[in-house]
Nanobody, 121 residues
Framework: QVHLVESGGGLVQAGDSLRLSCAAS?????MGWFRQAPGKEREFVAS????????LYADSVKGRFRISRDNVKRSLFLQMNSLQPDDTAVYFC?????????????????WGQGTRVTVSS
């Protein structure tokens, strides 16, 4: 059982940046970030392979967000730049059941509790 704990959320203004972190209790395979806005379904944000060599992004965040990981520290990160009010959501860290990137939530058996990001206009 992998335990994931996110941190780094908060209240920022449009155009600001935030860096989310996720600490894992043990080694993980591919990992990803998802988010759930108020009144909406949870959606894919970004994914990264175990090695960190390949990444995958949702079109809505491509060019603004960057996913990375530190396997020595068992940590996952999401650097979010040029934040907009539409980015307001609870952000979840997830660990996949295989090595490759994926946007399919069903391929992530382990989830954190989430960290809230609020972007004001």
């Amino acid at each position: 059982q992998v335990h994931l704990v996110e941190s780094g959320g908060g209240l920022v203004q449009a155009g600001d940046s935030l860096r989310l972190s996720c600490a894992a209790s043990e080694r993980t395979l591919a990992m990803g970030w998802f988010r759930q806005a108020p009144g909406k379904e949870r959606e894919f944000v970004a994914s990264i392979t175990w090695s960190g060599g390949t990444t995958l992004y949702a079109d809505s965040v491509k060019g603004r967000f960057r996913i990375s990981r530190d396997n020595v520290k068992r940590s996952l990160f999401l650097q979010m730049n040029s934040l907009q009010p539409d980015d307001t959501a609870v952000y979840f860290c997830a660990a996949a059941s295989h090595l490759e990137t994926t946007a399919n939530q069903r391929e992530y058996p382990y989830w954190g509790q989430g960290t809230r990001v609020t972007v004001s206009s």
